[in-house]
């Protein structure tokens, strides 16, 4: 494996600036434009708001311009749909315990829903854990600042955090032992600080991308031409709509003179000879063909998108079992799976950098203990809770299923080692309180 410092000097020659090189590399720089650009379409700048002017009956005829913010609905249906319930730790019961109160302390199920939000749209993000005042946190290094460097066997040696800030611009470099903070204030670059570094390199989530083992691959990538045509359509459609209002007045049979139709010849009337006829002529709208179309453009983005249409509002159900419903969302399980991962593989990187954290601040564990650690995902599925207490609970009478499972497949419990707390102290008071009235019947008789 090639050393940060090998590469440097392989590739840079040992140069003091070697980052903002790096940073400046024509790859780089359009990953980051690529990112830049989807923040744009996110915030509302679509293609068809550059839809020029055009003439029509001799007058500039300025068109619709429709925007359609499908891609956020979708967006935010897929992270709900993974992490809308908090991840469950599980494992040895001292392990979860400090892991539960680092996760409190640090926010950190906000924060997941953050990264999983992050990756989808832009294919990837960094996480830094460090140490605030004794307490374990995370920050997210946006994907616009971020630049991994990668060796030449894909393996993460350090990393850099770019940005410009007031016409200044900031560096921050991470190596394994080392954070430096650079920028050029006053014209010349300079060292600002520098720091140990306590967790090691930066987290970096992303998701799969064929052309690429260490670059992800926005979610939109696959989204924006389906909804750059929705908006065409739709727009154009509007337009024709709004011009074929004003048809054609024409008269058959003979010739009207004089002053001729009046202008405001809606509510009045016309006088012809016998024989004669006038109408109003216009074409015909075939909303039908609109109707068709657009419908499949949304289907086939739902379908792309692996979103179910019924968590769209685009299919009507009722009476649905639990096998129905798990069959409506096997799409959304399917695309949620995936997703999960690139996070897990990303919290296992960041349960190591804990544990060493852990470690400075005097708690260790064996590493069977540590290994025992592990993280269940609820998926936010539509289910009939009913139905499943009732499973529960035949399990549980035929000895099948142990509390601690059962607990986990509840839908009303999030914290399974905190409900196992609970129910061994009530367990406890109902035993104490056995023993006294044991004791009391004995001392009556």
Not at 77 to 83: C, V, W
Not at 192 to 204: D, E, F, H, K, W
Not at 275 to 302: H, M, R
Not at 361 to 379: E, H, K, N, R
Request: glycine share 6%; proline share 3%.
């Amino acid at each position: 494996m090639t050393t940060l410092e090998q590469y440097i000097k392989d590739k840079y020659g040992s140069s003091s600036d070697w980052f903002v090189e790096y940073v400046n590399e024509i790859h780089n720089q359009m990953r980051i434009n690529d990112v830049l650009a989807k923040k744009e379409y996110l915030n509302g700048n679509h293609k068809i708001l550059k839809s020029p002017s055009y003439q029509y009956n001799g007058k500039e005829f300025h068109p619709r311009k429709i925007v359609l913010q499908y891609a956020k609905t979708l967006l935010n249906f897929q992270k709900a749909y993974l992490l809308q319930n908090p991840i469950t730790l599980t494992g040895n019961e001292k392990v979860v315990r400090e892991y539960q109160k680092v996760n409190r302390k640090g926010k950190y199920n906000r924060l997941n829903q953050k990264i999983l939000d992050k990756v989808l749209k832009y294919g990837q993000v960094a996480e830094y854990v460090y140490l605030d005042n004794g307490v374990i946190k995370s920050k997210l290094i946006d994907p616009s600042h971020g630049y991994p460097i990668h060796d030449e066997h894909n393996q993460l040696i350090g990393f850099i955090q770019a940005f410009m800030n007031d016409g200044i611009s900031y560096y921050t470099v991470y190596e394994e032992d080392v954070v430096s903070e650079y920028n050029n204030a006053g014209g010349r670059l300079k060292l600002t600080g520098r720091y140990a570094n306590l967790s090691g390199l930066p987290i970096v989530y992303h998701n799969d991308n064929e052309l690429s083992d260490i670059e992800g691959r926005s979610e939109l990538d696959d989204w924006i031409s389906i909804l750059d045509s929705m908006e065409d359509l739709i727009s154009k459609y509007t337009d024709s709509f709004y011009k074929f209002m004003n048809p054609v007045p024409v008269s058959i049979g003979m010739q009207l003179k004089g002053e001729g139709l009046p202008s405001n010849i809606v509510g009045g009337g016309i006088s012809l000879d016998d024989g004669a006829d006038f109408k109003l002529v216009s074409n015909g709208l075939d909303y039908q063909s609109f109707e068709t179309i657009y419908k499949t453009l949304l289907q086939s983005l739902l379908d792309i998108s692996q979103t179910p249409a019924v968590s769209m509002n685009k299919t009507d159900i009722s009476n649905l079992s639990e096998v129905s419903i798990k069959l409506l969302f096997q799409l959304a399980n399917i695309k949620a799976s995936g997703n999960e991962q690139f996070i897990r593989e990303g919290l296992e990187q960041r349960f190591d950098k804990i544990r060493r954290l852990l470690e400075l601040q005097g708690i260790t564990f064996s590493d069977d203990d540590y290994d025992t650690l592990d993280i269940v995902f609820q998926y936010a599925t539509p289910a009939n809770d009913t139905e499943i207490i009732a499973n529960l609970k035949e399990l549980r009478g035929l000895g099948a299923i142990s509390l601690e499972s059962l607990l986990g497949h509840s839908p009303y419990v999030s914290d399974i080692q905190m409900e196992l707390q609970k129910i061994d102290k009530e367990n406890n008071i109902q035993y104490v309180n056995k023993l006294d009235d044991i004791v009391d019947n004995v001392n009556n008789s």
